[in-house]
């Protein structure tokens, strides 16, 4: 039996401890907001919180978060409106958007970590998240922008 | 309002390269280019003009009948009918165009995406850069028909002469009386209507507009997308789905012999383990290639199971397929003379005559799209009745290939648009949809299949490999005489046909023929090229390798003669005219993005103007610090005009880095400007990342590489750290092109360029790699 809880909400589950939690994520929760990109930790798509440290998802056995807390694009902010999600819209950032929910999981967990990044931080913090759709500029302003409000 | 400090500028365009000669309508028309203010006034906003529509599986429709339904409370829902895979253009842009005519306030628009179904909505095949520049006359109709049927109907209420309504901002108002209605309360009225016919339809003056060109309006999926609940392939569920991976064959034309399931069924989880029927290619579109399929309760588990298959596989004919001795084939064939697509004067005479002829040759390996979300599908076949969830480019085409898989009528099948995570031309081949419906309808439940990303790499519609050689005869007085290319590339006919060696006439017209080069002697030929694997389409398609050639050697000409590249590039083009190809290319080759000439003729002045903003914007010329270099590039493909100025930085260990990044983009008449720029944008980072790593090989017929370790990708901390975009305004007459594509072709030239200009180091074949490492 594996205990933890996403968002929030309590689970246990007595699925394969060694299988990833993305796909008990996806495919028993139906939290279809973490995305599936490469599957070896290559991507970021499937990016979430685990105690507040950003963690792929797609590698990461059940096993490991047994009494942790676990957090999705979905729990980020019970409106959607975290300073993060907030600073996207702002600046516009998506094309297709299917690498956004990981990229705004990391870049709320760098700046839980270092509320004010320095450019090269920003760039380093990112550089997991691959965006085929090449929307890096508008991710580096706005995660300046949710930094510092400009 | 964005709050963002842009990206892009709208530049001024000069009179200096406006053109005389303009095609205009049905025929060609000579006259003068007009500034937006003259062609407001002329009326030219009113007019229509021949698109490529016609031409393309049932064309276009503009029936607000089909694409709104205004609610009592008076909220306006559009249907998006093409798919929406990032450029904004099927669910905000096409919308935006609605809305602007019907004089809808845009915050009480509602979108709703279309079921696959073109007989009813027109042409759905999102490719080609095509939604814009064939639906924005349609769009325009619809709302144009849709606000006059609302002031028709309120005129009627009111008993009052139509004359002295109007529609504003979701009221209809009374102009004598100043009485006014909302659009909900006469949304019933009006849907009851007819459709006016298009002769009587009168257009908002573009000076009113509030949407079209402007930056009030946001992708409509922007909440959705960053709060986690925007829905793509694999993001629909039905109560007794399955989640299936395939184990297809690694050699295309393989086939599979016998497989041993036990230990996948050991794997907690997995249900079924099975063979999926496969087509091998040629002449197969886009039917799937076969395997063996392992279902299970979860996405996790079923690739858990597949790991542990044991399958034997027979390679079938291309198992010799290697990608290095391909090259050496390839090589050859460009040594000898091909088939001559283009000849324009004696190439041959004016390199006897020459006082030098310089040559280089030129190798753009294999790619593969990789969007981000790797090709998944939803379906449940039952009851005789098929429905699917798919991120497909083309739904129209992918519910009549299911129909025609399962031998269903098409009404039977409902094939739902998912949003796509990217496509970039790789979901315009449907093969995993048909794959999921096999499943389903073999195992009687909701089957979602998931490609992972070894799979994307290892079982694509690869963009085709190149070998591309150019000479160029130069007189005594250094100008350049002749040129003669010569391209070999596997065609993508090959994978719809047997027995296609050359270049198809959609292909050459990328960029090959179409050199629009003010030079006498010009000379095309294609060399032999059988395809050992699948070919597809890949965005920007062939534009990519003539383009890298093109581009790469002009600026190879400038070194050798002494001239700046921007200038060499500037006198290669010519003075402003139209470049008719139409006499000096051979019979059917050439082809101009399926657009008729007389709207989309190619504009020699547009491509100089596009330059010489790039150049002006980059500050072309100005001293850089050591180890950097710029280098400029321009091309026009689908029917826009792009340049682009890439400033490069090279480290003395070799490692690249792009501090800034200019491109000029003139696609005619513009709709969404915050969207071309993510688009441009976009480019830059795609550019850079097949001009730095894009690499795929095969060996034994097997794709060498298997996910972004091995076909790595530019990330945030490489990519361009500063692209700027330049838009050159254009009145309506100047009819929109398209954008999704265009911006990518003059990327890698440019960098490869500016490398030189940096280093004194020519790439001359990609990708770049450790070419420059010391
Ligand atoms: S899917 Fe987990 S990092 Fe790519
Ligand atoms: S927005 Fe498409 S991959 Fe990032």
């Known amino acids: 039996m594996i205990k933890f809880t996403v968002n929030g909400q309590p689970q246990t589950t007595d699925a394969d401890p060694s299988s990833p939690l993305l796909w008990y994520l996806r495919d028993e929760l139906d939290l279809i907001g973490t995305k599936f990109g490469c599957g070896k930790a290559l991507c970021g798509a499937c990016t979430v919180h685990i105690d507040g440290q950003a963690v792929r998802s797609c590698t990461l056995p059940l096993s490991t978060v047994d009494g942790r807390a676990v957090v999705t694009i979905e729990g980020l902010h019970p409106s959607g409106d975290h300073p993060v999600q907030r600073a996207w819209r702002a600046v516009s950032v998506p094309q297709c958007g299917f690498c956004q929910a990981g990229q705004i999981m990391q870049a709320a967990a760098l700046l839980a970590a270092n509320p004010k990044p320095t450019d090269a931080e920003i760039d380093q913090g990112m550089s997991g998240n691959i965006c085929r759709c090449g929307c890096y500029q508008r991710i580096h302003m706005a995660v300046r922008l949710a930094a510092t409000g400009v | ?774």
Not at chain 2, 266 to 275: D, T, W
Request: charged share 20%; proline share 6%; hydrophobic share 40%.
């Open chain 2, 1 to 774: 309002m964005l709050q963002f400090a842009r990206t892009y500028t709208i530049e001024n365009v000069s009179r200096r390269n406006l053109l005389k000669g303009f095609a205009f309508g049905g025929g060609l028309v000579l006259m003068a280019r007009l500034l937006p203010e003259e062609a407001r006034a002329a009326g030219m906003h009113e007019q229509q003009y021949a698109t490529g529509s016609t031409g393309m599986p049932h064309g276009t429709v503009n029936d607000p009948h089909v694409f709104v339904a205004i609610a009592p409370d008076g909220t306006v829902t559009i249907i998006a009918a093409r798919a929406e895979m990032g450029t904004g253009a099927a669910r905000t842009s096409l919308p935006m165009i609605i809305a602007e005519e019907l004089d809808a306030d845009w915050s009480r628009v509602k979108i709703e995406q279309s079921v696959g179904n073109e007989e009813r909505y027109g042409n759905q095949d999102t490719d080609g850069s095509r939604s814009v520049r064939h639906f924005l006359q349609p769009m325009r109709e619809c709302g144009a028909a849709m606000r006059m049927m609302l002031e028709s109907a309120a005129a009627t209420r009111w008993g009052v002469d139509p004359s002295q309504v109007r529609a504003r901002n979701h009221e209809v108002i009374d102009t004598s009386s100043g009485q006014r209605l909302g659009y909900g309360d006469l949304a019933a009225a009006a849907a009851a209507l007819p459709t006016p016919p298009v002769a009587r339809l009168t257009f908002k003056d573009p000076s009113e507009y509030r949407y079209i060109g402007k930056e009030t309006v946001q992708i409509v999926d922007l909440f959705d997308i960053t709060a986690g609940k925007a829905r793509y392939g694999a993001d629909h569920r039905l109560p007794g789905q399955r989640y299936a991976v395939i184990a297809r064959p690694p050699v295309v034309g393989g086939k599979l012999v016998s497989f041993d399931a036990a230990e996948a069924l050991k794997v907690p989880g997995v249900e079924r383990v099975l063979a999926v029927q496969g087509w091998q290619p040629p002449g197969t579109k886009f039917l799937p290639v076969g395997g063996v399929a392992v279902v299970a309760r979860n996405t996790g588990a079923a690739m858990a199971g597949r790991d542990k298959l044991k399958i034997v596989w027979d390679d079938g004919p291309n198992k010799t397929y290697d990608t290095d001795a391909y090259r050496a084939e390839l090589q050859k064939a460009v040594a000898m003379p091909g088939e001559v697509v283009r000849n324009q004067g004696d190439f041959d005479a004016a390199a006897k005559s020459a006082a030098q002829v310089i040559s280089a040759e030129y190798y753009i390996p294999h790619l593969v799209h990789t969007p981000m979300e790797p090709p998944s599908a939803l379906v449940y076949v039952s009851d005789g009745k098929c429905e699917a969830w798919a991120p497909v480019q083309s739904p129209g085409g992918t519910r009549d290939d299911l129909a025609k898989l399962l031998n269903l009528a098409p009404g039977k099948v409902t094939l739902h648009t998912t949003l796509l995570g990217g496509g970039f031309g790789r979901k315009s081949k449907c093969d995993y949809v048909l794959e999921a419906a096999l499943l389903s309808k073999e195992l009687g439940i909701p089957v979602q299949v998931q490609w992972t990303r070894e799979d994307d790499i290892r079982n694509s519609f690869y963009h085709a490999v190149a070998v591309e050689r150019i000479e160029a005869a130069v007189d005594a007085d250094k100008k350049v005489i002749g040129w003669r290319h010569r391209s070999a590339s596997p065609s993508i006919i090959t994978t719809f046909k047997a027995g296609v060696e050359h270049q198809a006439a959609f292909e050459v017209s990328m960029g090959l023929v179409d050199v629009p080069f003010d030079i006498a002697n010009i000379r095309c030929e294609t060399g032999a090229a059988p395809a050992h694997t699948r070919i597809g389409w890949f965005r920007s398609v062939y534009n990519i390798p003539h383009g890298f050639a093109v581009q790469s050697f002009v600026a190879e000409l400038a070194h050798a003669l002494g001239r700046d590249q921007k200038d060499m590039l500037l006198e290669l083009i010519g003075p402003p005219r139209v470049v008719d190809l139409r006499q000096t290319v051979a019979k059917d080759m050439f082809w101009d993005y399926g657009e008729p000439w007389d709207s989309y003729p190619i504009d020699a002045g547009r491509l100089r103007n596009v330059a010489e903003v790039a150049a002006k914007e980059a500050g072309w010329g100005r001293t850089l610090p050591p180890g950097h270099g710029l280098g400029i590039a321009a091309h026009r493909s689908f029917v826009t005009y792009v340049a682009t100025v890439v400033e490069v930085a090279v480290a003395p260990d070799g490692t690249i880095s792009v501090p800034r990044v200019d491109t000029a983009i003139d696609c005619g008449f513009h709709v969404n400007p915050e969207r071309i720029a993510s688009q441009v944008e976009g480019a830059a980072v795609m550019g850079l990342t097949l001009a730095k790593y894009g690499n795929i090989t095969f060996k034994n017929g097997r794709v060498q590489q298997g996910n972004f370790d091995d076909y790595q990708m530019v990330r945030i901390d490489e990519s361009p750290k500063v692209t700027k975009v330049h838009i050159v305004p254009h009145p309506y007459e100047v009819h929109a092109s398209g954008v999704g594509e265009p911006p990518l072709p003059p990327f890698a030239p440019a960098l490869c360029n500016a490398i030189f200009a940096a280093t004194g180091k020519r790439i001359r074949n990609l990708p770049v790699g450790d070419q420059l490492k010391t």
